[in-house]
């Protein structure tokens, strides 16, 4: 296997952040679970990585109706591979994705009195 595959640099990130850094079992598991996105869209050996590809993910991944705040959890657990993945690479193309705009939620504002778990006193019966 090619020593600079993106699957073996992915496995080498992996223990590098394990017994280097010290990182957690669930963060292990979100860097996994991005990498098998990035196969599921790019192929099971996902080819070096490129800005092209990366925009390829991210706009499959649109596509299938991932909302931008999704898509940036993607982006964030990408970007701490391309750190070590970049400086290993033959292309020097800059490899970042910026972090798509979201739309802020709108949530109902109430007062405490209108909702008794809130301090407030209900109307009804006691």
Same mark, same amino acid.
């Given at each position: ?24 079992? =669930? ?10 996105? @990035? $196969?599921?869209? #790019?192929?099971?050996? !996902?080819?070096? /990585? ?32 391309? =750190? ?10 800059? @490899? $970042?994705?910026? #972090?798509?705009?979201? !739309?802020?939620? /709108? ?20």
């Amino acid at each position: 296997m090619d020593p600079l595959s993106t699957r073996v640099l992915f496995e080498q990130f992996l223990a590098e952040r394990r017994y280097l850094r010290n990182v957690t079992t =669930s963060t292990l598991e979100w860097y996994q679970t991005g990498f098998k996105a @990035l $196969q599921k869209i #790019l192929g099971a050996d !996902v080819p070096p /990585l490129t800005k092209s590809n990366l925009q390829q993910f991210v706009v499959a991944k649109r596509q299938r109706g991932m909302k931008p705040v999704s898509c940036n959890t993607y982006i964030q657990s990408g970007e701490c591979l391309l =750190s070590v993945v970049a400086p290993r690479r033959a292309s020097r193309e800059p @490899l $970042q994705l910026s #972090l798509l705009k979201a !739309v802020a939620g /709108l949530f109902a504002v109430h007062k405490s009195c209108d909702c008794p778990f809130l301090g407030g006193h209900s109307e009804g019966p006691q």
